[in-house]
């Protein structure tokens, strides 16, 4: 016998909790692979190079798209500004770490475990930060939707 399926309010309240880890596996590998191109081929083979850095690129994109699209600030609008503000928020976000990326390889370009060092603390930090951005935009949005007037 199967467990009933959660109800729709619990459910949206475990991938509100949950939704910031479906993207890092996704951002973190193609961080890695932006700091340390070769080391994909080596490990996996050129054939698995391509595809995979590709699903790490679109897994980042699909992550951050999907944790910007269920923040509180952008509920209210229609679906497909959300959609659009949320795609243009992740490719921003994605492309700005891909930046700052080939800026820490091109510091340290001979020192391939420093610069993946650095780069994945570097990856943390803007993740957390993003995170912590987002969060205090909801509670903007959250204080003057429920302000009172007097």
């Known amino acids: 016998m199967s467990e009933p399926p959660l109800p729709s309010g619990r459910r949206q309240l ?3 909790k949950y939704r910031p880890f479906l993207t890092t596996p996704f951002f973190f590998g193609f961080s890695a692979h932006v700091l340390t ?3 994909f081929p ?4 050129s054939q698995v190079e391509l595809p995979l850095t590709n699903a790490l690129w679109c897994g980042s994109h699909v992550g951050i798209t999907i944790y910007l ?3 509180k600030h952008l509920r209210s609008i229609h679906t497909f500004e959300r959609l659009l503000y949320s795609i ?3 490719v921003m976000f994605n492309f700005g770490t ?3 990326m080939t800026i820490v390889r091109s510091i340290f370009p001979d020192k391939k475990v420093l610069r993946l060092g650095i780069g994945l ?3 943390g930090v803007i993740l957390l930060v993003g995170q912590k951005y ?3 935009i909801d509670e903007v949005f959250d204080a003057v939707r429920f302000r009172t007037a007097k």
């Open 42 to 45: 080596r490990l996996l083979g």
């Open 121 to 123: 603390s570097l990856s």
């Open 69 to 71: 699209y269920t923040s």
């Open 37 to 39: 191109p070769k080391s």
């Open 134 to 136: 987002v969060h205090y």
């Open 98 to 100: 891909v930046l700052v």
């Open 14 to 16: 475990l991938f509100e």
């Open 88 to 90: 243009y928020g992740s």
